[in-house]
Each structure stands twice: as C-alpha cells, then as structure tokens.
C-alpha cells in the first residue's frame, strides 16, 4: 500500500538525484499490474486532478459556425463546422491531436468529427468522450468544462500490465504533487478487483531523471545502517565477517 508520506519521501528523493533543466519537467507517475485479466477489467479513466498543472493542458473546441464567436469558455482553439468540412489532410490532423490534451465538440457534429479525426484522434484516445462530458448540446455554456479539463488527465491500459501518466509539474509544490498522486492511485486501484494486491510497483519519475519505486523495499545498506552500534560492532570485531552478510540476506528475503 502506497501512503502520503512514502510518497513524499520519494519525491524528495527525486528533487536531490535530478539535475536541474532549462524547463519544468513533468512528474510521471507509473503504476505495475500484476494477477490481472485485461480481458475482465477495463483500466480506462479520465480523472480531474485536485490540483491544476502549472502549465495548462491545451483544449480545442468543435461547434457550430455561429457559437465560433460566443462563449467556448476560454478555449486553446475554435474550429467551426466550415472549417471542420474542409479537413482533409491526416499528417495536420495528427499534429492537431499531438498539439492538444483535449477535444471538446457538439453532439450534432460528432458523426462529423468521427469522419474527419477518427482515425487519427481514435487510436490516441482523445475523441470527444461523452462519458467525461466532452460532447455537449449546441450552444452550451462550457466554461466550467473547460475548467474542468485543464485539471483532467486520461489513463488508460490497453494490452500492456502498466500504466504511465503525468500528475504534476516539477516547479508545483510538493503537497499539490503529493496529493494528485494519491488520487490517481486510489482512484485507479480501487477500480481493480483485488484493489492494491492487483499492484506490483509504483514508480514516480521526472521526464528526464532516474524513475524511483514508492515504497521500496530495505537495501544492504539501509540494513547495516538500521542494525544496532552494539552488533553491528561485535560483527565487524568478528573474523567471521559472512555472518552479518547472511544476517542482511535473510532480511532481504523477508522483504522480497
């Protein structure tokens, strides 16, 4: 089981081992499944973060040509439904699905949409969902849709027993870091049948540092350091130096 403070002790881990970057690198968080049929359970879930990232998620909006102008709630990009007709090139569909996060369209526009981004927005997971609330009846007010999918993250496990997603930024506060990774975590082993016994291992990493597991288990040297001045003396006094080694690996095993 993974608690705040394990995390916290990580993420302070991962801030003294990095170097530092000319930009903010993301927080990834990777979580390892084990004993579980992909087949049965569905990994699929879009989650809104308690805590924003500092540097915003990119959202595009698809209406009508008369809501273009009116309230889409402070979006990265507009496209109308002329515009939208006029698509046609893929290579400038897969930049537009690189360049976003999300994509927010009317439900009159949706077979539309399905036609001139579907195989390309499909296979990346970021057609207009309805079960988030990303398709929506024309003319409606989305700015708190909007507010709500710049805090948003997707995670998704396909065919493989691992998942990898952004919770943060490195210039985030700690706590606001601490407290998104925990909901992620919940939230996702908690959708799992066995819940956390379905975990193998969790893993925080920044985008170009060493990944570390929450949680790990005791190393040698944590051991020599944690075995008491009075024992740890005697051993080293005792020309049978292969007895604390067999000590520590009996600890290890425990530990496995």
Known sequence: MVNKDQVKKTLEELRKISKKRKFSQTVDLIMN???LDLKKTTIDHFITLPHAFTKKSKICVIVDDDFVKGNTGKADRVIGKSELEEWKDNKEVKKLGKEFSFFISQANLMGLVATKFGR???PLGK?????FGAVIPPGADIKDIIIKFRKSIRVICKNEYIVKTKVGYEDMKDEEIIDNVMYVYDTISHSLPHAEH???SVILKFTMGKPLVIDKKETKENLLKKASPKKLSK????PNKK???KKIA???KKNE
């Open 250 to 252: 009996k600890e290890e």
């Open 120 to 122: 390309i927005l499909g």
């Open 235 to 238: 051993e080293k006094a005792s």
């Open 127 to 131: 057609m207009p969902n309805p079960r």
């Open 243 to 245: 007895l604390l080694e």
């Open 198 to 200: 379905n975990i193998k």
């Open 33 to 35: 499944f084990k004993n």
